[in-house]
Nanobody, 126 residues
Framework: QVQLVESGGGLVQPGGSLRLSCAVS????????MGWFRQTPGKVREFVAA????????YYADSVKGRFTISRDNAKTTGYLQMNNLKPEDTAVYYC???????????????????WGQGTQVTVSS
């Protein structure tokens, strides 16, 4: 099982940008799909974006499509989530996830991902 560490969260004004990073160790990174989820108190962890192991396919929640971009650098064993035009409703703890065998129909289901980071807080407020 791989280990994941997120970074890059913080406080940003509405309309601003942040880039989250997810450093992965303990496995062959290039064989894992990666995902980003977010969670607010009392709510289920929500799918944000995902990217396949070779970076060839990406998937987004409708709420972030056109504003967020998921990417990965297999040489650096790191995944990224570039977040632009942030809104107050994007405020949440953001988690990265990794899995070798996740299938397309399960990619938006947080219960199907095998490995998780500890989360990083993103707060969008003026």
């Amino acid at each position: 099982q791989v280990q994941l560490v997120e970074s890059g969260g913080g406080l940003v004004q509405p309309g601003g940008s942040l880039r989250l990073s997810c450093a992965v160790s303990g496995g062959t990174f290039s064989r894992y799909s990666m995902g980003w989820f977010r969670q607010t108190p009392g709510k289920v962890r929500e799918f944000v974006a995902a990217i396949r192991s070779n970076g060839g396919h990406t998937y987004y929640a409708d709420s972030v499509k056109g504003r967020f971009t998921i990417s990965r650098d297999n040489a650096k064993t790191t995944g990224y989530l570039q977040m632009n035009n942030l809104k107050p409703e994007d405020t949440a703890v953001y988690y990265c996830a990794a899995d070798r065998g996740i299938i397309l129909s399960s990619i938006r289901n947080n219960e199907m991902w095998g490995s998780w980071g500890q989360g990083t807080q993103v707060t969008v407020s003026s």
